[in-house]
């Protein structure tokens, strides 16, 4: 049996990943989190919003991934994300100023809608913050 | 001389029109590599799209313990086509050689040929909106001077209010007429199904190798997300392929418009030069047999 798994994150804007991993895991959306190893049943489920980690070299990497599908063969994880970024692609500086932003509309909101555009916003840039390691990404 | 001044006015006039084709030109060639760039960069995630559609669905095909959702119907189980909607998509602006009028043959041809009756009709672009109310056709959904930035909307929109028609029973298949970018100076005018999907033989016979999926939560959740995506994917690269190709074509018509006024500027050159060269070889002519005399 194979004992790496090709991991391939995609977005509609831009093919985000692709290399040989040894483990995966990554945020569903009904399920929690679910862990890859190589030889795996094949899967297919929908993709949460949260933080996606491989293993590779014995490394552990992380990735962003906001929504879509994950497909999952023995040799193979194909994950269909509505957005994803590497770790390199955050901005730490927007994002923080997103958070801010995203804290302040919290405050404000007056409606169910309002509330829960900013929260959504206030998770996004946590779930950022803590991929790139900054410190205010922990509470989260 | 008569005709010089005449022939002088022509020159600078095509040279204007040089000067507009090409600035066209180069608008073109920027706004294609903008579109270019995002088909590009989509065509993988809508490749890996359809693959995972295609895998999911013949797995599910062959599993009689599934009982697929409405949404799922579409994909797996086409109705006899009855009545169809159908979008067509051009452009804003002419201009751009046989782009339109490719498109809008595939058009007629798809018209004249399909037995279904096309309920609802979405037009993409002013020539589109035109050829309709040429056709006296209804469109029900008119997108005109969309930019590229606004293609995601148009895109729910569709999918969205088909996904609602088909549940309904009200229509039996989508279609999408547009312009396939083969590259900046060819384009291919298709006609694209975009649901019930075509699961041709070849791929039906290599995916039933395939050991089955689990999918979870169970299989029609995961369906009745992923068939939605799947549809405004393929829709978006639809109208960005379409957007593509008619930059492209654009253009492939102002390079050769350009090049044609050059030559026509060289030609109009060439002939008052001789028309110049004329009136002083007559000159010479009477100013010598003048003194002669």
Redesign the interface.
Known sequence: MSQSIKL?V??????VFSAEVSEVQFP?A??GYYGILPGH??????VGDGLLYYVQDGQKHWLTVFG??A?V??DRV?I?ARESETVDMIDLERVEADRQRALKLLKEAHTEHDLASAQAALDASLIRLQAAGHPAGHGF | MAGLQDIRRRIRSVKNTQQVTKAMKMISAVKLRKSQERLVALRPYAGKMMEVVRRVVSRIKGDSEIQPGPAAQAFLSPREEKRIRVVLVASDKGLCGGFNANVLKAANAFAAETTAEIVHLDVVGKRAAEWARKRNLTAAGEYLGIPLTGFQRVVTEISEGAAAQYHAGEIDALYVIYNYFNSPMSQTPTVFRVFPMELDRRTEGREAVEVSHLLEPDPNAVLETLLPRFVETELLRNLLESSASEHGARMAAMDKASNNAGEMIAKLTLTMNKIRQAGITNQIIEIVSGANA
């Open positions: 391939e995609v977005t509609p804007e831009r093919p569903t009904a399920r049943t094949p899967l297919m489920t929908e879509g599908f497909e063969g023995p194909t269909l």
